[in-house]
């Protein structure tokens, strides 16, 4: 089941206070990106973020999964009422993530 342009909409609306929250489509579902960071991505309706070290202690109880066959566990966000606590652990790991590398600039021939 892929997931709802809605939701997704939705999600990127709660996590606004943690910066600039991008997504894009991809492989029939979405990833999430703060400031231009990929953290996390919705798959099947459910909200995925990378696991970090500021995650784990922000967060020692949250749920974690998969949100695709053989991809890494990553933290289950669950509940999206607490818009605070949703930027604060989105900034946080962010934080933690690399930039992403600058794409190669193609060669006219």
């Known amino acids: 089941m892929a997931s709802s342009p809605e939701f997704v909409q939705y999600v990127a609306d709660q996590l606004s206070g ?3 929250i991008s997504y894009r489509k ?3 579902e979405y990833g999430l990106y703060c400031d231009g960071k990929f953290f996390g991505c919705i798959c099947d309706d459910q909200f995925f973020v990378k696991m ?3 995650g784990k202690r922000l ?9 695709y066959e053989g991809a ?4 289950l ?3 999206l009422e607490n818009t605070e606590f949703l930027a604060e ?3 946080e790991t962010c934080r933690e993530l690399p930039m992403p ?6 060669v006219k021939e």
């Open 101 to 106: 590398k600058p794409k190669k600039k193609k």
């Open 18 to 20: 943690a910066g600039t």
């Open 52 to 54: 970090t070290e500021a």
């Open 89 to 91: 652990f989105v900034t």
């Open 59 to 67: 967060a020692p109880d949250m749920d974690t999964g998969s949100p």
């Open 72 to 75: 890494k566990p990553h933290f």
């Open 77 to 79: 966000i669950e509940e």
């Open 26 to 28: 991809m492989f029939g």
